[in-house]
């Protein structure tokens, strides 16, 4: 398997621009999270579908935030407008069910908002 | 809600030598598991091993084990026969049914040749 792919590997953008991030769970996997990585933070979850529906979004932080996931095998995590504050690295993980089940995490996305 | 506890941020050990990192726990939880991550330097974050709450035996994966008092709610990593490879930020993580996971703030280690 190939495991969790995440698309792009770096972005650099600009102050209110648009960035969406992309991410490929493991075939097979019905759960998706997606995680924020910052040096003051740590590892904080944004959110997490299982069966392709969002189950908890409490950790996303402004309505300059949304994530999707269109069907099993894709979803989206998009920024909108993007502020420096957003820069961190965004990481994608699936797994079989849930917590109880072991979390594969994807290469991440470094993000940079200029 | 589920709280861990890293309380080393960093530790370093010599090739070759025993480092033991330490994680603790607060839940109410019965059945849950739990997880050491690491992080090297390119960021990936890589599944170490892993404990069900229900085993009474201790988890092993090669160089990597487990102490796992579930009374005293402790999860500490040992690391036998230290490499430089195993430099990297270790994270400890606990799940339970309908929960989201839960992670420590991480341990940095450095193995020095």
């Known amino acids: 398997d190939a495991g969790v792919i995440q698309s792009p590997r770096h972005e650099v953008t600009e102050m209110g621009q648009e960035v969406t991030l992309r991410c490929k769970p493991i075939?097979?996997?019905?759960?998706l999270f997606w995680y924020r990585q910052t040096m003051m933070r740590g590892l904080e979850l944004l959110i997490y579908f299982n069966n392709n529906v969002p189950i908890d979004d409490s950790g996303m932080p402004e309505d300059r935030f949304s994530a999707k996931m269109p069907n099993a095998s894709f979803s989206t995590l998009k920024i909108q407008p993007s502020e420096p504050r957003d820069s961190a690295v965004y990481f994608c993980?699936?797994?079989?069910?849930?917590?109880?089940?072991?979390?594969?995490f994807g290469p991440g996305t470094r993000l940079l908002v200029l | 809600a589920q709280t861990v506890t890293q309380s080393q941020p960093e530790m370093s050990v010599q090739e070759a030598e025993t480092v033991t990192l330490s994680c603790t726990y607060d839940t109410s939880e019965n059945n849950y598991y739990l997880f050491w991550y690491k992080q090297p330097p390119s960021r990936q974050m890589i599944l170490v091993i892993r404990q069900e709450a229900y085993k009474q035996q201790n988890a092993t994966e090669n160089r990597f084990s487990v102490n796992f008092q579930k009374a005293a709610k402790s999860f500490s990593l040992k690391i036998s026969d230290s490499q430089l490879g195993d430099t990297a930020m270790y994270f400890c993580a606990f799940g339970s049914s309908g929960s989201r996971l839960t992670f420590g703030e991480g341990t940095q280690l450095t193995v020095n040749p």
């Open positions: 993980a699936s797994s079989l069910r849930q917590s109880q089940e072991t979390q594969y």
């Open positions: 075939s097979g996997h019905n759960s």
